[in-house]
């Protein structure tokens, strides 16, 4: 399979569905807001992006499966997987601010080979594939290569029905925000984690995320030089639904932190 190609008609297939988003974005009508559960919004904008962008990405793979957010569709391939997230950052778009994205990662026997993370307003695209490295816009990237926390801007996301953990967590963004030179809460897990992978975040952190939402930015942060990892330092960060995204110079920092108030 030659992943370079089939990343690029990805790429075309995320401009078409970003064209539609952006123009549906001038008309959005909040009387379209469903909800799916407490403060999880969602819109016929999120669940038409999702039927294109299924029915094109079958036509260039029509063996894979999809894992998608709206669940318009659900197959499992035997090698193959999308995982989709149409609109990442509903919240965002709804009040009309201005960070939402596409993020489409594809999985080979478990394995990522294509992250594509389109941020729509800024028509930014970032993009991985296997035996590749990291882009935004056709330039290569790197993660940040700042050594200590203290020189560093971090990214975070807010639970926003899940709020079990929510003690421990306001307390470790409480010693992560006197320790850095900032804290920022854009509302796009994806778009986090492309930001790290090019170097504007350091870091970024959050818990409660399902895998449509950082498959693809994962993937681009391992190929840009980062580390991906859950909370304790291991590789399961889908399976226990958080995510810790470093420029591969903060892992011990951050761990320490992470293990004082998520894992004494």
């Not at 294109?52 to 957010?69: C, D, M």
């Not at 090698?79 to 778009?93: A, R, S």
């Not at 050594?147 to 926003?160: E, I, Q, R, V």
């Not at 399902?210 to 994962?218: C, E, T």
Request: glycine letters at 8%; hydrophobic letters at 40%.
């Amino acid at each position: 399979m030659d992943y370079e190609i089939l990343c690029s008609k990805v790429i075309a297939i995320a401009r078409l569905t970003g064209n539609f988003i952006r123009k549906e974005s001038m008309n959005f009508d909040a009387k379209a807001i469903e909800f799916k559960g407490l403060n999880d919004l969602v819109s016929y904008v999120d669940k038409t992006a999702e039927k294109q962008l299924v029915r094109n990405l079958a036509k260039i793979l029509p063996e894979a499966g999809f894992t998608t957010e709206e669940k318009t569709t659900s197959t499992k391939g035997a090698v193959y997987n999308w995982i989709i997230d149409p609109l990442d950052g509903t919240t965002n778009f709804i009040h009309g601010l201005p960070t939402y994205s596409i993020s489409i990662a594809l999985y080979e026997a478990d394995q990522p080979v294509i992250g594509v993370v389109y941020e729509i307003t800024r028509g930014e695209m970032f993009y991985t594939y296997k035996g590749g490295a990291a882009y935004l816009n056709n330039k290569p990237i790197t993660v940040s290569s700042r050594p200590k926390l203290s020189d560093c801007l971090l990214a975070t996301g807010f639970p926003y029905y899940e709020f079990a953990q929510q003690e421990q967590y306001m307390q470790l963004l409480a010693e992560i925000m006197r320790r850095c030179h900032g804290l920022r809460r854009i509302g796009s897990a994806a778009v986090d984690l492309a930001y790290v992978a090019c170097g504007r975040f350091d870091a970024y952190f959050e818990y409660n995320l399902n895998s449509w939402d950082v498959a693809a930015g994962a993937y681009l942060v391992q190929q840009a030089g980062g580390h991906i990892m859950n909370f304790s330092g291991g590789d399961e960060f889908i399976e226990k639904r958080e995510i810790l995204a470093t420029n591969a110079f903060l892992d011990e920092e951050l761990l320490e932190l992470m293990n004082k108030h998520f894992n004494a």
